[in-house]
Structure formats: structure tokens, C-alpha cells
């Protein structure tokens, strides 16, 4: 069965660069959740997108947006990298108009910013 | 403020023997539970759920158990297997439309030969 997509599956970046994270959802899912994983941490849920709207935010910070665009990929860009943001970043979808709350998670996105 | 968090950060069991993973919310509102696990360089795995309004749910080889009278839960894996090795999440689903995971931090077990 198809799964989460994310690219890159690594990103090395110096300070104050800008980085974009790609995910493409399980097809049919309506849903896309972006999460933060520092070294050693549990998943920090930074944001989500519902139907190309945003549906929830979390610990994102200023210098992070996210979008979802008509054919339900998700784009996490990040500008002015900090050391800090060096994690594992997750992204995962759902089918909630379908009734389900079950989120799957692609294979992470490992940024590096040296 | 308010947090789902588990009691061991590691647990280490004898292979073939039961592993129960525990785990202490702190929002008596809190009605969606998840149990995932994370295998090394993987994303979350989804193992198991349960909504308040239940006490115990079962799946293949895994049993949740959930006591909101002291807001615990726990995961149960039954003849605990190598490839159960991984770090263990207890989760709560918040959010709009339950739209996002609060994790709490994991439980690493280990499977002893």
C-alpha cells in the first residue's frame, strides 16, 4: 500500500539558510500533520492542514510556514536556520472526513544545519 | 501545563516473556489515546488506540488498558518479540477535529535473548 512520501530524506543547511521539506500524503488522505523530533525527544506537533486550510498549529516557530496545495502535498519552509533546528522532521497524513483520526507517518526528513 | 508523560524510560524484557509499558496523562478532559512505535530511523507506528469511554481494547498481541479514575494508561505486548524492540510513545489526540498528537516521552525496550 502506498505510505507518506517525504524529500528529502536528508538536508544538510548552514545558519540562515532557508530549507523546504516536502510530503506527499497517502492519496485520498485529506489531512497532512507536520511534527519535530530533536535528537533523544518525542514528536513535537508543530502544525496541521485540513482540505488545503490550516487546521491546527503547535510549537511552530515565526520562521516556519507551511502550506498545502491543491493536490494535497504539504511544503514546509524554514528560513533563517538556527543550529536548534537540527531534528528529524515527520510528516504525517489521515482521512478525517472519513471518519478516522488514525494518522500515518512517512519516513522523516533529517535536517542538519551546521 | 498539561502533559502526557510515561513512568520508565527504558524497559528491558526477556524474549518471549509480556512487556506492559506504562503511561500518566494529566488532562482529565483527555478522551483519544494512542500507543505508536518508533523503530530506529523510522517515523511513529501506529499500534493501538482507545477513546474514554473504553477500558480496555485489544489487538494482535497488544492490549491497552486505560484507568481514567487515575488517568493512566497502559500497553501490554503479549510473547514480546524481537522485532518489538523500539522506543514506545503514548500519545494523546488534541486539537480541532482531534487534529494533532501530543507525544509523551518514549520508552526504549530492549528484548533480552
Known amino acids: 500500500a502506498a505510505g507518506v512520501i517525504q524529500s528529502p530524506r536528508h538536508l544538510i543547511k548552514e545558519k540562515r539558510e532557508t530549507a523546504t521539506l516536502k510530503c506527499y500524503p497517502i492519496p485520498r488522505h485529506d489531512t497532512v500533520y507536520w511534527y519535530q523530533q530533536g535528537p533523544g525527544q518525542d514528536p513535537q506537533f508543530l502544525i496541521s492542514f485540513y482540505e488545503k486550510m490550516q487546521s491546527d498549529k503547535g510549537s511552530i516557530p515565526d520562521r516556519f510556514s507551511a502550506q498545502q496545495f491543491s493536490d494535497y502535498h504539504s511544503e514546509l519552509n524554514m528560513s533563517s536556520l538556527e543550529l536548534g533546528d537540527s531534528a528529524l522532521y515527520f510528516c504525517?497524513?489521515?482521512?478525517?472526513?472519513?471518519?478516522?483520526?488514525?494518522?500515518?507517518f512517512g519516513p522523516g526528513t533529517r535536517l542538519t544545519v551546521t | 501545563g498539561e502533559s502526557v508523560g510515561l513512568h520508565l524510560p527504558t524497559l528491558s524484557v526477556q524474549e518471549g516473556d509480556n512487556s506492559i509499558i506504562n503511561c500518566a496523562y494529566s488532562n482529565s478532559a483527555s478522551d483519544y489515546f494512542i500507543w505508536y512505535k518508533q523503530e530506529s530511523g523510522k517515523g511513529p507506528q501506529f499500534i493501538i488506540d482507545?477513546?474514554?469511554?473504553?477500558d480496555k481494547r485489544q489487538g494482535q498481541r497488544v492490549t491497552v488498558l486505560l484507568n481514567k479514575t487515575v488517568k493512566h494508561l497502559s500497553l501490554q505486548i503479549a510473547a514480546t518479540q524481537p522485532g518489538d524492540s523500539a522506543v514506545y510513545f503514548c500519545?494523546?489526540?488534541?486539537?480541532?477535529?482531534?487534529?494533532?498528537?501530543?507525544f509523551g516521552s518514549g520508552t526504549r525496550l530492549s528484548i533480552r535473548p
Open positions: 482507545i477513546r474514554s469511554n473504553m
Open positions: 504525517a497524513s489521515s482521512l478525517v472526513s472519513g471518519g478516522s483520526y488514525e494518522q500515518y
Open positions: 500519545a494523546e489526540n488534541r486539537g480541532s477535529s482531534a487534529s494533532k498528537i501530543i
